[in-house]
Structure formats: structure tokens, C-alpha cells
């Protein structure tokens, strides 16, 4: 991560004619993005698509990019896995730049090279591992953020925290965080920082996600379900698919209740909707299509401390049955 900010970033796009920035409608019309090339897709997940990428690529192609050009993506976790996604395919590989403009994307989705899009009603079903050569972390793009979007990043701080950090999870913890935005720059950027690099630590020792980089993934594999299925933001979806977790952990395999309680408070805390109406039958399919899914079972995490994940190898059906019960 480069310490440097997004104004002087902005001055060095300006003398250098081989960028190309991807970017949104929504973050091109908050924020000046200077004279490089620029390609502005549509904002949300239901753009994060195949035909978003084959529009970019037909862009760069007009635009003659060459292998040496460089994309620099500012945006959202959508930006920065669509924008990733081009930059590993198109040409074999170009070098990416991300600035993620979401506290969600500055804490997680920038980070760790993972990329791709939604296919056929599941979530980030293709896609590929490729490092970005920098990602430039400005907390000052989260004074335009709503409360809900400041919501979804701290979900995944929480879940973050959850695996890996007991110490990040009790700053939580005590914090005021309904102070905590793009104003309170100090607060944030201390929270930022630990947050990434709990993660950077993790995809380090594990890059292409073999093994304890799985951790990450708790809440997401019925998060996921969830998002494609209740239409929810992401961090929403993997604040419930954490919550279930904790209870399945608790029901099931003797998992501690004051773990899940902690949790809880921590999620209600952060001002997350936790009483989604969530019908199993609805997004059993959708688990049933996880990509983290082998053969017959599944990868699951569960927390039994907190800053400690186990993975639990369950059979799918079973995993069901047990989100059918806790629900
Ligand atoms: N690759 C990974 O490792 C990884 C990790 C976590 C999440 N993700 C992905 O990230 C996505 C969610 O990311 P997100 O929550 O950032 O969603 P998003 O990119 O859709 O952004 C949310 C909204 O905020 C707007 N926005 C962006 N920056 C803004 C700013 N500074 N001010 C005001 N509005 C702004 C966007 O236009 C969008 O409307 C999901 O698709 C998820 O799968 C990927
Ligand atoms: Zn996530």
C-alpha cells in the first residue's frame, strides 16, 4: 500500500498518457478524475457482468491500448473487480492500479488480487488471482458515502476482525463509530490500516486461497446466497451470512455463545439489518452453486474465539438442513 493521495495521484495521471481509468457513474460525477483516458460503467452488482467487461474491452481496443498502458481503477468493490478482471484478461495482463473508493473496497475488495464477475445467477463465478502492482488507500473518499455504505465496510472490518484480530475486534468494540467517516479522518484511517493489514497478512501466507486464506470467506458462503437472493449490499448479506454462521456453530458443533453474542452486538452495533426475511428454499440452490463448493461438501467457517476461524468440511445438503434449522 503507497502512502500518497489522490490529489497528487491526480497530477501524476495528468503527465502520463498511458493510463486508462475505470471507474463509475457515480464516483466520475463526485470526483474531477483529471485528463486521463477514461472508461465510466454503470454502478451497482447487477453491472458486475460479462457485458460490462466486453464493453471495456471493446473501449481499450479503440482506445489502442498496448501492453505497456496501465488501468487505475477508482471505485467501489464493483470497480475494483470488474476493472481487475480486464486488467488480468485483456492483452494477457496489464498492470492495475486500484484506489478503492468504498471503505468496503478500501479494507477488502482491493486487496488480495482476487477478481471476476456474477455469472448465471451466482456470485463472482468467474474470475481470476492477479496482484495489483499498488493499491493507494484516500479515506478522504469516504466523506460522500452514505451511513449504509459505511455500514457495509465495517461489516467486513467486523468479519476481519472476527478471524483474525481479537485486538482490532475490541477497538471496535469501544469505539464510537457513529463518528466514524470520512470527517473523522483519524479514526478511520487507525481502523483502515489495521484492517488491511490483517487481511495483506492472510493473503500473503496463502495467495491463491489454498488454504488458511479461506478464512476470509466466513459469512460469504451464505452471504453470498443471500445477496444474490434478498437483493441486499454485500456487507449486509455477509453480516447475516456471519450472524447464521454463529448460531449454526453454536447449534451444531458446541460453538461458545458468548462468541456469538459479541458478534451480534458488534454487527447491531454498526447500525447492520439483521432481521432479513430469509427463506431457505429461495437460496439453497444458490449454495448449491458456491464456488467454493467440492463435490458434495463445502469449506465453512465458523469462529470459536474471537481473531480464531476453524473450517468445518460440510456436506451441502447438511449445510441446508442446518441454515433450515438456525433460521
Ligand atoms: N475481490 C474481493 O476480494 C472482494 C472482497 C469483498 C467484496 N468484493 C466485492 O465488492 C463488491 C461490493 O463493494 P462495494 O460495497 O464497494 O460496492 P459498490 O462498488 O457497488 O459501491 C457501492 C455504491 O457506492 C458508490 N460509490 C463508490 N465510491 C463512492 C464514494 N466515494 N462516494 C459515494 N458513492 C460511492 C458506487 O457507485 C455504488 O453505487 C461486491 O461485488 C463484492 O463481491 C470483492
Ligand atoms: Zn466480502
Known sequence: ???????????FLADDGNYVVITDENVAALYPLGPAK????????EHKNMQTVLEI??????????????????????VCDIAGFVAATYLRGLNIT????????????????KNGVDFGGLKNIIGTFRQ?????????????????????????????ASVTDESLFEILEDEDLSSLNGEYLWGVTQIIALAADAKTNIVR????????????????????????SCGVSHGVAVANGMLISTKINERFFEGSRKVGERIEQLLRKINCPLDLKISTEEFAEKI????????????FVVVPKIGC????????????????AVC
Do not use: W
Request: hydrophobic content about 40%; proline content about 4%.
Open 288 to 299: 448449491k452453486g458456491d464456488k467454493k463448493r467440492e463435490s458434495s461438501f463445502i469449506r
Open 57 to 78: 474491452y471493446n473501449q481499450l481496443r479503440d482506445m489502442n491500448i498496448t501492453r505497456n498502458s496501465k488501468i487505475f481503477a477508482v471505485g467501489g468493490g464493483v
Open 205 to 228: 501466507k496463502d495467495v491463491l486461497e489454498n488454504g488458511i486464506r479461506r478464512i476470509l470467506n466466513f459469512g460469504h458462503t451464505i452471504g453470498h446466497a443471500i445477496e444474490l
Open 98 to 113: 486500484m484506489m478503492p473508493t468504498t471503505l468496503l473496497s478500501q479494507v477488502d475488495a482491493s486487496i488480495g488480487g
Open 1 to 11: 500500500m503507497t502512502p500518497i493521495c489522490f490529489d497528487e495521484y491526480l497530477k
Open 38 to 45: 477514461k472508461i465510466v460503467i454503470k454502478p451497482g452488482e
Open 309 to 324: 476461524a476453524e473450517i468445518k468440511k460440510i456436506n451441502v445438503d447438511r449445510l441446508i438442513e442446518m441454515i433450515d
Open 132 to 160: 495489483p502492482k499498488e493499491i493507494i488507500i484516500d479515506p478522504k473518499f469516504l466523506r460522500t458515502l452514505s451511513p449504509e455504505q459505511m455500514t457495509d465496510g465495517l461489516a467486513e472490518i467486523v468479519k476481519i
